[in-house]
T-cell receptor, first 117, second 115 residues
Framework: ETGVTQTPRHLVMGMTNKKSLKCEQH?????MYWYKQSAKKPLELMFV???????ENNSVPSRFSPECPNSSHLFLHLHTLQPEDSALYLC????????????????FGSGTQLSVL | AQKVTQAQTEISVVEKEDVTLDCVYE???????LFWYKQPPSGELVFLIR??????QNEISGRYSWNFQKSTSSFNFTITASQVVDSAVYFC????????????FGKGTRLHILP
C-alpha cells in the first residue's frame, strides 16, 4: 500500500455536478496539501492543512472546497466547475506544515485526473 | 517574488547518453531550499533531493548528480548513462526557509530516453 492514496483516479463531471476527491495518507504526517497540475502550467499549490487547520489558501475559487477531518484524510469538494478546471489534482503530505515546516520532502499520491465537460 | 524556470520543455536522448536538466531560480531570501522531483507516468511525484542555500557542495547519488551554483542561481541535474526507466517529467522546486510547506515548482522538463 502506497503512503498517499487518492481516489478516484479518474473523474468526469458536468459543470453542474457535485463531486469529491479523497486523499488518505498512512505515513503519520501532520500536513496535507492539494496541488493542481494543468497542461503547460507549473504545479499550483491550492491548499495546505497542518494539524487539521488550514494554513494556506492560494486564492482558490470557492467552487473548490477543502475539508480535513483529521491529519490522515483530506477531501476536495467540487461544485459548479468550469472546463478550465480540468487537470490532474495531486494530494501530498509532509511531516509538518505551516510555521513548523522544516522543508522536508513531500510525499505525493498518484492524483485524480479530472475532466469537466 | 519567487520563481523557478526550467527552460527545457522536452528532451530526448538515446539510452546511455548523459543528459543535464537545467533549473534557474529567483528569490529574495538568503535562506531557501531547492528540490528536484521526478514524475513517472504513474503520476505521483517522487522526491529526489533537497539542498539548502548554504550548502553549495555538489552531490552525487548513483547515476544522478546535482550542481548548485548560487552565483548563477542555478541548480542543474545530470543523469549519467541514462536508462529507459529515467523517462519521466522532472520538476525543480524552491521553498522559503520559514514556510517550507509553500513549495514553488517549475513547469517541468519531460525527458524521453530512447532505447
Amino acid at each position: 500500500e502506497t503512503g498517499v492514496t487518492q481516489t478516484p483516479r479518474h473523474l468526469v463531471m458536468g459543470m453542474t455536478n457535485k463531486k469529491s476527491l479523497k486523499c488518505e495518507q498512512h505515513l503519520g504526517h501532520n500536513a496535507m496539501y492539494w496541488y493542481k497540475q494543468s497542461a503547460k502550467k507549473p504545479l499550483e499549490l491550492m491548499f495546505v492543512y497542518n494539524f487539521k487547520e488550514q494554513t494556506e489558501n492560494n486564492s482558490v475559487p470557492s467552487r473548490f472546497s477543502p475539508e480535513c477531518p483529521n491529519s490522515s484524510h483530506l477531501f476536495l469538494h467540487l461544485h459548479t466547475l468550469q472546463p478550465e478546471d480540468s487537470a490532474l489534482y495531486l494530494c501530498a503530505s509532509s511531516q509538518d506544515g505551516g510555521a513548523r515546516a522544516t522543508n522536508e520532502k513531500l510525499f505525493f499520491g498518484s492524483g485524480t485526473q479530472l475532466s469537466v465537460l | 517574488a519567487q520563481k523557478v524556470t526550467q527552460a527545457q520543455t522536452e528532451i530526448s536522448v538515446v539510452e546511455k547518453e548523459d543528459v543535464t536538466l537545467d533549473c534557474v531560480y529567483e528569490t529574495r531570501d538568503t535562506t531557501y531550499y531547492l528540490f528536484w522531483y521526478k514524475q513517472p507516468p504513474s503520476g505521483e511525484l517522487v522526491f529526489l533531493i533537497r539542498r539548502n542555500s548554504f550548502d553549495e557542495q555538489n552531490e552525487i547519488s548513483g547515476r544522478y548528480s546535482w550542481n548548485f551554483q548560487k552565483s548563477t542561481s542555478s541548480f542543474n541535474f545530470t543523469i549519467t548513462a541514462s536508462q529507459v526507466v529515467d523517462s519521466a517529467v522532472y520538476f525543480c522546486a524552491l521553498s522559503e526557509a520559514y514556510r517550507g510547506d509553500k513549495i514553488i515548482f517549475g513547469k517541468g522538463t519531460r525527458l524521453h530516453i530512447l532505447p
